[in-house]
């Protein structure tokens, strides 16, 4: 606990003064709470009774007010109303303080887990699952406001206030109330885990039915994915209901002790007034005080039991600033303005689990300019290998070269923006057109954005659109059809004019008249370019001038098809260095 606590503190550093004068605003409350009961003891024991005003007030107070049963009440009234308004200001200014403070704690460790999260491998994000790490940035960073201001704010000064108060009765019960809490603590933790596994399942469930709406309509499944969530909900209800019943349980220990205590003050203190060594307002007072020592007792007790629900929170928090890059950059990378294209794999294997080998020792040049087809199986490898390219994951032996360098000798903002990308399922933001082909270069002209999209044979749908280039595309681009989709990520790719052109099956999911547009387009895109393309079709690479043919993960053919751009050597060389089942078939 004490390790989350430092590390609560140290993102909460650059707010300590705010946090400061928070716990100072809140420490006020203590004197205020003192002098709140007094306007009460003076009207019943020197208004109504004919006890003489407490000392201070006796001697700074005129004859003529002092005497008068009427003034005393209305300066009991006045006195009332005074430290009301005194305590609605000290309010006022601590709530303004806390909202703020709490806002700015929220956004910028949210920010700070989102930024990381962005960084983490496509294989953390691929075990994980989306809705984990949105759960995890949405729900889990609120712990920080909770703990550093709205728990441990009011645990702390009702600390202060029950040492300043009563301390010996403090004596009394903070053993008993730290023999309770050790019992209760494992309880509440291991609670809070299980309700937020369940939750963030729960969020599981909703964002996949939401994501595939379409299939789910298509299938008729709305019933079945309705009782799947519920199923979930119903699992976290009962779990949330445990976790507050232990806290109920909790809870109610604390009020019968504190309930008994004032049981037995209330006793005592009407014998001494019964037998006259006490007043009735003084009485009044007393039982007004031990009102105050009790409620931060309640206080320590309710934000005991929540406190362990908050840190499970803050755990999950951390635990995703604690995982460390699979693909890491290196402290003196080297910078990349723009590659010639080269490219190497030497002995390059690879897979997501220990033990599952997705690629084999694949080893084959590409020299610049060159356009290389990509061929095989669904579930071959293809894929896997343009994401190697990127360094969305890391070869796990061999090496991946270009131009002569380690991709990991880069630094890896430089080499990822040596690369476009259009991928067989365009990706589209649910932003404007205009935004969506700006993308890859956010700076880029309206000029540059038509240019762009005239290239990539998009200009003539865009314009006839109501909106033209300000048109919203929906969630993923679902208001256009599918070769508008990809004819916008061919004008994103064309924008970012990178010197390495990745291609994954572009045109698997579109009609043969769009199919022809589409590898138009690409094909101005190819040109200069070192071009990496996936297809199942053969007649879609026939202008490649290397084709690879890769089989369970295995390079068992490497063609070169014409010399335009690939020099024999590169290829045969590479092609001879290949130990594979019955040679490498060469063109």
Not at 316 to 345: C, H, M, Y
């Amino acid at each position: 606990d004490m390790t989350i606590y430092r590390r609560l503190f140290l993102q909460a550093r650059p707010y300590r003064l705010h946090i400061a004068g928070i716990f100072l605003l809140s420490l006020l409350d203590g004197p205020l709470g003192l002098v709140a009961p007094l306007p009460l003891k003076i009207a019943v024991d020197s208004g109504i009774g004919s006890h003489p005003l407490p000392g201070v007030l006796d001697r700074v107070l005129p004859a003529n007010v002092a005497g008068s049963p009427s003034r005393i009440l209305l300066l009991a009234a006045f006195l009332m109303v005074g430290v009301a308004a005194l305590g609605g200001l000290l309010g006022l200014a601590s709530t303004f303080l806390r909202s703020y403070t709490a806002e700015q704690l929220v956004l910028n460790f949210r920010t700070r887990v989102f930024a990381h999260l962005q960084r983490m491998s496509l294989q953390y994000h691929d075990a994980k699952g989306t809705a984990d790490s949105v759960y995890r940035i949405q729900n889990d960073t609120l712990t920080l406001q909770y703990i550093c201001l709205d728990g441990l704010s009011p645990f702390v000064t009702s600390i202060f206030t029950l040492a300043a108060m009563f301390y010996v009765t403090f004596r009394m019960v903070a053993p008993f109330l730290f023999l309770l809490s050790q019992k209760y603590r494992p309880i509440f933790r291991e609670r809070s885990k299980q309700v937020k596994q369940i939750e963030s399942s729960a969020m599981a469930v909703l964002q996949e039915v939401l994501s595939a709406l379409r299939v789910v309509k298509a299938f008729g499944r709305e019933q079945h994915e309705e009782n799947r969530y519920m199923r979930q909900g119903t699992a976290g209800m009962w779990a949330r209901i445990k976790l507050e019943f232990i806290g109920g349980a909790y809870s109610l220990v604390i009020g019968l002790v504190t309930a008994a205590g004032t049981a037995a003050v209330l006793w005592i203190g009407m014998r001494h007034v019964q037998a006259g060594e006490l007043t009735l307002g003084s009485l009044l007072l007393v039982m007004s005080y031990l009102g105050q020592l009790y409620s931060p007792l309640k206080t320590i007790g309710r934000k005991a039991a929540s406190l362990q629900g908050h840190l499970v929170g803050a755990e999950r928090a951390f635990s995703v600033l604690d995982q460390e890059r699979d693909v890491p950059e290196k402290p003196n990378a080297l910078s990349l303005r723009r590659a010639s294209g080269s490219i190497t794999f030497q002995n390059v294997s690879f897979s997501y689990d220990e033990g599952h080998p997705v690629l084999h020792d694949m080893s084959f040049e590409v020299p610049a300019g060159a356009r290389v087809g990509i061929s095989g199986r669904t579930g071959a490898g293809k894929t896997t290998l343009l994401s190697l390219l990127t360094r969305l994951y890391d070869p796990t032996s061999g090496a991946i070269l270009l131009d002569g360098s380690d991709l990991r000798d880069y630094r890896l903002a430089d080499l990822r923006n040596q690369f476009a990308i259009v991928l067989q399922e365009p990706v589209l933001f649910s932003t404007s057109i205009a935004e969506n082909i700006a993308y890859a270069r956010p700076e880029a002209t309206e000029e540059e954005i038509v240019r762009a999209a005239k290239l990539a044979d998009a200009h003539d749908f865009i314009v006839r659109l109501a909106n033209g280039y300000q048109t919203v595309v929906g969630e993923r681009g679902m208001r256009l059809s599918g070769g508008e989709r990809q004819r916008i990520a061919v004008a994103r790719a064309f924008l970012k004019d990178a010197p390495v052109l990745l291609l994954d099956e572009p045109t698997s999911s579109v009609d043969m008249r769009t199919e022809r547009a589409i590898m138009m387009a690409t094909e101005r895109l190819m040109q200069g370019r070192t071009t990496f393309l996936i297809a199942h079709r053969m007649s879609t690479l026939e202008h490649c001038d290397i084709r690879l043919e890769i089989e369970h993960g295995r390079l068992v053919s490497a063609v070169r098809t014409t010399q335009q751009n690939a020099s024999p050597s590169a290829l045969d060389s590479t092609a001879s260095t290949v130990a594979l089942p019955g040679g490498v078939r060469r063109g």
